[in-house]
């Protein structure tokens, strides 16, 4: 049974920078790309980033382009996110997802696997 645990939200001001991670079990985790997903209240979720198996080749939405970078611990069946510049529209709970193959994928469809989420809220 795949789980997906994530940890290193909090409160953050405008400006500030927070660090995901996601910590992954059940599953041959280099056989999988995985990625970050966030909801904000009233919203649907949306795509965030993505990594493939081997962390050679990333994938991000347009909002968090140079900001926002994902990364991925093989040997710890880990993948993260670290979050720069924040500003006040990143508020949202954070997701980390697997993907149903190794290549890149931004669509939820292809997502099976998803953990409980952690809160992200940055303060103006």
């Known amino acids: 049974q795949v789980q997906l645990v994530e940890s290193g939200g909090g409160l953050v001001q405008a400006g500030g920078s927070l660090r995901l991670s996601c910590a992954a079990s059940?599953?041959?985790?280099?056989?999988?790309?995985m990625g970050w997903f966030r909801q904000a209240p009233g919203k649907e979720r949306e795509f965030v980033a993505v990594?493939?198996?081997?962390?050679?080749?990333?994938y991000y939405a347009d909002s968090v382009k140079g900001r926002f970078a994902i990364s991925r611990d093989n040997a710890k069946n880990t993948i993260y996110l670290e979050m720069n510049s924040l500003k006040p529209e990143d508020t949202a709970t954070y997701y980390c997802a697997k993907s149903t193959g190794i290549l890149i994928k931004t669509h939820e469809a292809n997502f099976d696997s998803w953990g409980q989420g952690t809160q992200v809220t940055v303060s103006s």
């Open positions: 990594i493939n198996w081997s962390g050679g080749s990333t």
């Open positions: 059940g599953l041959t985790f280099r056989s999988y790309a």
